[in-house]
């Protein structure tokens, strides 16, 4: 059985791997509210990491790889809400439970220019 991505093993004590980066946007430490909606039902989560092209939702019950979502959320530093849909891509169970989510907009929408900069501005701040 071939693994598909390239793995080291971090400590020999531990049996902790690490596993080689393969995301496309760099991602930044965040606590932001989000109300995921799902028709009239809404769900109240907390984004801990955010990248031009998506989010974790850290504590988020799993759903199915695949299931398209709306997500709804105040940036920081606005008082304008943003309306993003989003398409689940993955649940993780441990050492922290939530699902990752890909952000289903065109890359000149104002959702994707405001999170490169806040992205590129937390970065440059760290």
Do not use: K
């Amino acid at each position: 059985m071939s693994i598909p991505f390239p793995i080291e093993v971090a400590s020999e004590r531990s049996g902790e791997f690490q596993v080689s980066e393969r995301r496309r946007h760099a991602r930044v430490a965040i606590s932001l509210r989000v109300i995921e909606v799902d028709g009239d039902v809404r769900y109240f989560q907390y984004a801990t990491n955010v990248s031009e092209s998506g989010m974790f939702l850290e504590g988020a019950a799993p759903r199915d790889p695949g299931a398209a979502i709306t997500l709804l959320f105040i940036p920081p530093g606005s008082r304008v809400p943003m309306t993003v849909p989003a398409e689940v891509v993955g649940n993780l169970e441990a050492p922290r439970r939530g699902i990752r989510v890909r952000f289903l907009v065109d890359d000149d929408a104002a959702v994707r220019a405001w999170l490169r900069e806040y992205v590129r501005h937390r970065r440059a701040a760290a």
